[in-house]
Each structure stands twice: as structure tokens, then as C-alpha cells.
């Protein structure tokens, strides 16, 4: 026996205490996830990305595949990583243990001992239940998940890296509509309740994405205030519950699922939750400000829903920075969730969890400060425009040009310079991609008006490290479902990436 007589011995102390720092960490939330997607024309160099991800204070990201470069440059960054794994690619690894264990070992086990990433999560598929896929990915997630969950056991991490599946929080539903008739949707019931039997029995977490804006957006007579953190005045009664804010209620609806089939403590990750800032009238700053304002002062007062007061999720902010090259098909703002711009430029003030305040990316390299304008001389009722404009929108982010938006009110020489700028941007500005005949110009004096911002991107090719871009056409599974009940295509994101043969041609045949 140790010294101390009848007190235990110092080894058993300290395990006590580690034990004691471990729990107190699972419970603790005071750090903070974010997904880092790249679906962009100009995606910001990986390492400037993990960069701004330390310095803002975030100690988790959610990739939503292996990317290479974002691994290589997460490794001993101190950032704990999900890494996820595309629905396309669900099939053949439900269908091959062999398939999962390559996987396992080429983005994970290697990541891991080779570059030092902190692998703490496999996401397996993105809402793969996603009532708008209709059935296509039910039939492969759950036996994926099992494949990928033996793989990590026989690649020794099993207890290190943790399976999951982040679904849309239209898999639950409340027959009454209050969280207390929360149970899962009927034609994935079953399947649901196999899928969380399996994570409780491996001691995985259930990960659920949020969206109190597409409540929002989705229905005209939603109460605008019920969307936020502050109260409204007329709160949904449930029980002995009071529900101020659509984020505890769906949570517990989840919650009230969960209990109605027998799961009491499964651990519960928010996997995507966010407000975007332009492309609808209900998405600019203030909103999304005062949304994640409320969230990050919720999580650093530590308060829970009503139904799990104290035992916080885990929370991953959608998302990192801005994405120019995401379809449209959910709404001209599904390219404007980020909490920075998307070349890491802050969008608006933040107070942090750790109570400093939201830091720009650093060292980014920008093209020249020079812009494609309409020019002075030529007239609106040139026939030419419409057809030019049109085609300009077709390669380049036109979403901020709607009525509501940031670049909402320009008058139409505003636009067209708008699209023109655009296009000439995301193609480089390179040489003759100003190219509208004589009714565009390259100008050096900053076109921008009020809040509409005239970018200069980021130039990529002088940056070594860029993430991704390189998959442009096809960003296969890179597709990042979203809305609650709004379908992503699993078609695939329009790629942003202006090729010189095609332009110059469109250019020439119409006589430019
Ligand atoms: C690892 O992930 C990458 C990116 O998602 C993918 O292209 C590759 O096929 C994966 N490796 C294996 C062995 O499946
Ligand atoms: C500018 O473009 C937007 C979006 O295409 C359009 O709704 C608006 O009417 C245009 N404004 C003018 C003055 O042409
Ligand atoms: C622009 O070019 C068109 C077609 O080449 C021509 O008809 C027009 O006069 C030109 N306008 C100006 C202002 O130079």
C-alpha cells in the first residue's frame, strides 16, 4: 500500500483526477465546432482556413469529406476533426468490409499517425434520410455505418474515433405539434431506431442539423422572433415547459423521440446550425448576428434545453466562410452561410465563447484591385446586356442581386457592372474576361456601394495550399444537404470555375 494509510494510493488519485478533466470536457462545451466546406470558385488555402479557425477560438470542425489538403494542414493544430464521408460513396462501402477498411485506413488511421490530426468522429453520409432524397440512401447508411465501425475497431480506434450520422431534423415529427410528441418519421422508423440502438451500443452520439431560418424562411406566418434566442412574448406551452426559441423545441422534439423509444441518454451532436447573411430578405447580418450572438451566450452561460438543461451538445457552426459555387436550388442564401466572407473577412461583430471578439483570416492574397464595370459610354438598351448579364450570372455568383439582398437596391447600371464584376473575378481577371465588347471596362476605382461588395478574389494561384478547387466540376458528394425538408440535388454543385475556351467563344460568336 501507498503512504497515505486509508486515503488511496497517488496513482488511483490521479486517475480519478483524469477522469474527473475527461468527463469534465465532454460536459464542458466552452469550445466550439464548425463546418469548413469548400465548394467554392476561390476557396481559402487550407492553412490560412485552420488559421482562422484557431485564432477564433474553435476547437472542432466538421469536414464534409477526407479532403487531403484541410487534414494535412489540421494535423497538431490542436483542432479535434469529423470527418465526413459523402452519400455517394455509401454503396460500396455498406457492400464491402474490405471497402471500409481501406477507407478507414487512407482517411483516417493514416491522418492520424502520419500527420497528427486529432480524428475524434466519422460522419457517415450527410443527412442521407433527407425526405427529399426519397429512399436513395436508406438501404446503405446503416450497414456503411456498421462497416465503418468494425474498420475503426480492427485499425485499433475504436475507442479513440467515434461513428456517426448527421441527419436533418426532419427524421423526427410531433403528432401534436409540441416537443412532447416527438417520435421519428413514420417510413424511417424502424430504420432510425436500428441506426440508434447501434450508436448507443458503441457509445457514439446521434448528430442532428438545426436550421431555425428555414423554419423561417419556409413558412411567411412564422413568429420572426421565436427564430431567435430572446423570448418572445407568446411562447409555446408544452406541459409544464415554455418554449421561447424554435431551437429548444426541435431539440427536445429529438429528445422526446428518443425517450418515447427507450434511448435516455444517448450524446447528441448539433452537426450544422447557422443564419445566412444575404440571398432573402430574412438572411443579412443583423439576423444572423443576433442568432449566433444568442447561441455562443447561451453556451457560454452553459444553458441547455429544457428538456437536457445542463448537459450541453456538442455545437458545429454552418459554417466557416462563404461557398460561391453551392446550387441554388434551396435559395439564392444557401451560398452565404458563413460566419466570414469567403475569403475570411468578418461579416459582422461577434462576441466568443472565450469572450473575445471574431478575427479576420491572415495572410491572404488578393488579384489586383481592379474591377469589370459597364461601361459609361454604352446604353441600357443595348440588346447585347441581357444576353451578357445572363451569361455572366450563368458562371459567376449572381445571389446577392435579389430583391432584399445586399446588391438588392443598384439600379440597373449597378447590376450589370455587378455581373460583369463578377464574372471577370471568378475567371481570374484574366486577360479579355472583361470581355462584353464595348460595353464593359476595367476600372481601378472601387465600384463599391453602400453594403454591396464588389469582390477581388483571392489568388488562388499564388497560394500553394488551396483546398479543393481542383474538384470543381464534379465536387463529387460534395454536395452539403441542408434545409429541413428543402432538397439539395444530389445532382452536383455548379462549378463556378470559368474556362477560357468557353468564354472567349461565347465572346466571339456574339461578335465581342
Ligand atoms: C478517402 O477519401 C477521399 C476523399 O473523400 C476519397 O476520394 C477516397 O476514395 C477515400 N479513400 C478510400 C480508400 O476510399
Ligand atoms: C437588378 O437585378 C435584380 C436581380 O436580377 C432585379 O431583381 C432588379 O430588378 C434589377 N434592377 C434593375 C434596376 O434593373
Ligand atoms: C459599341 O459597339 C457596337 C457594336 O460593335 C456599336 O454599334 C456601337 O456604336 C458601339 N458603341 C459605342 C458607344 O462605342
Known amino acids: 500500500m501507498g503512504t497515505g494509510g486509508d486515503s488511496p494510493p497517488p496513482l488511483q488519485l490521479l486517475l480519478l483526477f483524469i477522469l474527473t478533466i475527461l468527463r469534465w470536457n465532454w460536459r464542458g462545451a466552452a469550445g466550439l465546432g464548425c463546418n469548413w466546406g469548400a465548394i467554392s470558385s476561390h476557396p481559402l488555402p487550407a492553412d490560412i482556413a485552420v488559421g482562422l479557425l484557431k485564432d477564433n477560438g474553435f476547437d472542432k470542425v466538421k469536414l464534409f469529406e477526407a479532403d487531403s489538403r484541410a487534414l494535412k494542414a489540421l494535423g497538431r493544430s490542436g483542432i479535434q476533426v469529423m470527418v465526413g464521408i459523402p452519400n455517394e460513396v455509401l454503396a460500396p462501402l455498406a457492400a464491402s468490409v474490405r471497402a471500409a477498411e481501406q477507407w478507414v485506413a487512407q482517411n483516417v488511421s493514416n491522418y492520424i499517425s502520419r500527420n497528427g490530426v486529432d480524428i475524434r468522429y466519422v460522419a457517415v453520409g450527410n443527412e442521407p434520410f433527407l425526405k427529399s432524397y426519397s429512399s436513395m440512401f436508406q438501404a446503405t447508411t446503416f450497414p456503411a455505418l456498421q462497416n465503418i465501425q468494425a474498420a475503426l475497431i480492427k485499425a485499433g480506434l475504436g475507442r479513440q474515433v467515434k461513428v456517426t450520422v448527421p441527419l436533418n431534423a426532419d427524421v423526427y415529427q410531433s403528432s401534436n405539434g409540441l416537443p412532447s410528441g416527438g417520435d421519428f418519421r413514420t417510413d424511417i422508423r424502424s430504420l432510425m431506431l436500428s441506426v440508434i440502438a447501434f450508436l448507443r451500443d458503441n457509445a457514439c452520439p446521434i448528430t442532428i442539423n438545426i436550421y431555425p431560418f428555414l423554419s423561417l424562411h419556409a413558412d411567411p406566418n412564422f413568429p420572426i422572433d421565436y427564430a431567435f434566442f430572446s423570448g418572445p412574448a407568446n411562447p409555446l406551452v408544452d406541459g409544464p415547459i415554455a418554449y421561447t426559441n424554435v431551437f429548444d423545441a426541435n431539440y427536445d422534439t429529438l429528445i422526446w423521440a428518443l425517450e418515447r423509444n427507450g434511448f435516455t441518454d444517448l450524446p447528441v451532436i448539433v452537426g450544422e446550425i447557422g443564419w445566412p447573411t444575404d440571398g432573402d430578405p430574412n438572411a443579412n447580418a443583423n439576423n444572423a448576428r443576433r442568432f449566433i450572438q444568442g447561441l455562443l451566450d447561451r453556451i457560454s452561460r452553459r444553458v441547455g434545453t429544457p428538456k437536457r438543461p445542463a448537459l450541453l451538445p456538442d455545437i458545429y457552426l454552418f459554417a466557416l466562410v462563404d461557398e460561391d459555387a453551392k446550387s441554388v436550388q434551396p435559395g439564392n442564401f444557401e451560398r452565404h452561410w458563413g460566419v466570414f466572407y469567403f475569403d475570411g473577412a468578418v461579416k459582422y461583430p461577434l462576441v466568443l465563447t472565450g469572450g473575445g471578439s471574431l478575427v479576420p483570416a491572415k495572410g491572404v492574397r488578393y488579384l489586383e484591385p481592379e474591377w469589370c464595370v459597364m461601361s459609361p459610354a454604352a446604353s441600357l438598351t443595348d440588346p447585347r446586356l441581357g444576353g451578357s448579364v445572363e451569361y455572366a450570372c450563368q458562371y459567376a455568383d ?99 470555375m470559368v474556362s477560357l475556351a468557353t468564354w472567349s467563344s461565347w465572346f466571339m460568336a456574339r461578335g465581342f
Open 398 to 496: 449572381c445571389t446577392s442581386l435579389g430583391r432584399g439582398s445586399t446588391c438588392g437596391d443598384l439600379g440597373a447600371r449597378g447590376n450589370i457592372s455587378y455581373a460583369f464584376n463578377q464574372f471577370y473575378q471568378t475567371a481570374d481577371q484574366q486577360k479579355g474576361a472583361c470581355g462584353f465588347g464595348n460595353l464593359s471596362v476595367v476600372t481601378r476605382a472601387d465600384p463599391t456601394e453602400g453594403v454591396c461588395r464588389f469582390e477581388i478574389m483571392i489568388d488562388i494561384r499564388h497560394h500553394d495550399e488551396s483546398f479543393s478547387s481542383s474538384n470543381g466540376g464534379t465536387a463529387a458528394g460534395g454536395v452539403q444537404g441542408m434545409a429541413a425538408g428543402i432538397a439539395t440535388t444530389a445532382a452536383v454543385a455548379t462549378t463556378a
